[in-house]
């Protein structure tokens, strides 16, 4: 059998592997036992019932000054702020957070995690803005300069580069580690009030509102399902070695933002406020996904589909949730 740390357990990524694994999404890995580290790891006992069991383990530890963490056969460290509010508010903060919580976890690993195998969850950011004629961004693509994005993501794409960095420097020494450049993501856990535009979008429909779009300009996002993203980054972590290989992590699946807003609006049967393009500007973050497919990764599941269960799995959260209050 198997152990799992995950670093930066209480958000999105880490709910979605607990829950996955309460579904036995990672038995084809034999895991048995999870460690979960978070600054307040231990409220999801309090806040997601539902993903808790024996084998769950809580530890309210900040990775960016704690000294010491679990053993573990697999480590997905997952720790960073993704609100879009916290790198408008205090970027340098935010990228000063995602750097010390990545050199030090890199210093605990050569302590605890000599025998483990270790992935870094990246983002497609640290490519830097794709190309508007570019369809799909593969691992191969020529990194842009920082300033390519958008300011609110510079920051947050700095950090990634430089942690990718450290990771890449425990290869050197012999570590097992990978990468995964994470694109977008559509599940029951995503947060439904940050700048995630479909779950704003599901928020919408959830509450009978009009779904409204706000950019006037072309956008083409992608998004794989909580699931496959679990699946996948257990694949990955498993072959991860000192070459420190790199994988997008995202579905190939694009779709223009104001097309979203209407097919999330017919699922719930209601009206999406789509404005007229008055910018051809376009805005393209749409990975290449042949390098995991190649390694092991199933294709993704289709967009409506995945939003459809991602629909239907927080209506049985909710319930759960309902009748075993914290």
Known sequence: MASLLIIGGSGFFGKSILDGYKRGLLAPWKVDHIDVIARSATNLAKSNPELMSENIFLHDL???????????????????STDAKNYLSRPAEEKKNIQLGTLNFC?????????????????????????????????????????TLDKIKQDYAAAKRDSEA???????????????????????????????????????????????????HPVYRSYLYADDLV???????????PRCPIVNVGSDEAILMGDLAKRVGNIFGLKADV????????????????????????????????????????SIYNTINEYNPS
């Open 62 to 80: 900040d990775i960016t000054v704690c000294d010491q963490i679990p053993i573990a056969d697999y480590v997905i460290h997952a720790a960073a």
């Open 107 to 147: 210093k605990l690993a050569e302590k605890y995690l000599t025998n483990s195998k270790i992935l870094y969850v990246s983002s497609g950011a640290a490519y830097g803005q794709q190309p508007a004629d570019l369809s799909h961004m593969s691992e191969e693509f020529s990194t842009q300069a920082i300033e």
């Open 166 to 216: 450290y990771i890449q420097a425990l290869g050197m020494k012999s570590f097992n580690v990978s990468i995964a450049r994470c694109f977008a993501f559509v599940g029951p856990y995503l947060p439904r009030d940050q700048h995630f535009a479909i779950g704003n979008f599901i928020e919408d429909g959830l509450k009978g509102k009009v779904i409204n779009v706000k950019a006037q």
């Open 231 to 241: 699946t996948w980054l257990m694949t990955i972590v498993e072959r991860s070695d």
């Open 275 to 314: 404005p007229r393009l008055t910018s051809q500007v376009i805005d393209r973050y749409v990975p290449s996904i042949t390098k995991a497919l190649e390694m092991g990764c199933k294709e993704p599941l289709i967009l409506s589909e995945a939003i459809k269960k991602t629909i239907q799995d927080i």
